[in-house]
């Protein structure tokens, strides 16, 4: 399974992003799409995560500001961010968990897009 992250870039303080992460290969389902950051010195965070059925989780650092959806038919799971601050800089990185087959399971981390927020 390969994952393709787009939509990073740099914008400053206030302004707004959007992400987007496809997932491709012999998928049967995926149950979980989400999206980490690491930034420079950090440690990796779970930023929002979206079930197969829609329930999502956003980290408290995040709430108000960003919104996680997905894209069943399409495997694609989109994050967007409004309001950003310049903590949000960061290397964003969408994660699936899902199967390939019945009673195979797998697991995904993308390469990640850069996310850059001036002040």
């Known amino acids: 399974v390969q994952l393709q992250a787009s939509g990073g870039g740099l914008v400053q303080a206030g302004g707004s992003l959007r992400l987007s992460c496809v997932a491709s290969?012999?998928?049967?389902?995926?149950?979980?799409m989400g999206w980490y950051r690491q930034a420079p010195g950090k440690q990796s965070e779970l930023v929002a995560r979206?079930?197969?059925?829609?329930?999502?989780m956003l980290s408290d650092s995040v709430k108000g500001r960003f919104a996680i959806s997905r894209d069943n038919a399409r495997n694609t799971v989109y994050l967007q961010m409004n309001s950003l601050k310049p903590e949000d800089t960061a290397v964003y990185h969408c994660?699936?968990?899902?199967?390939?087959?019945?009673?195979?399971?797998?697991?995904?981390w993308g390469q990640g897009t850069l996310v850059t927020v001036s002040s």
């Open positions: 979206i079930t197969s059925g829609g329930s999502t």
């Open positions: 994660a699936v968990e899902g199967a390939l087959m019945p009673g195979n399971p797998f697991s995904s």
């Open positions: 290969g012999s998928i049967l389902s995926i149950n979980v």
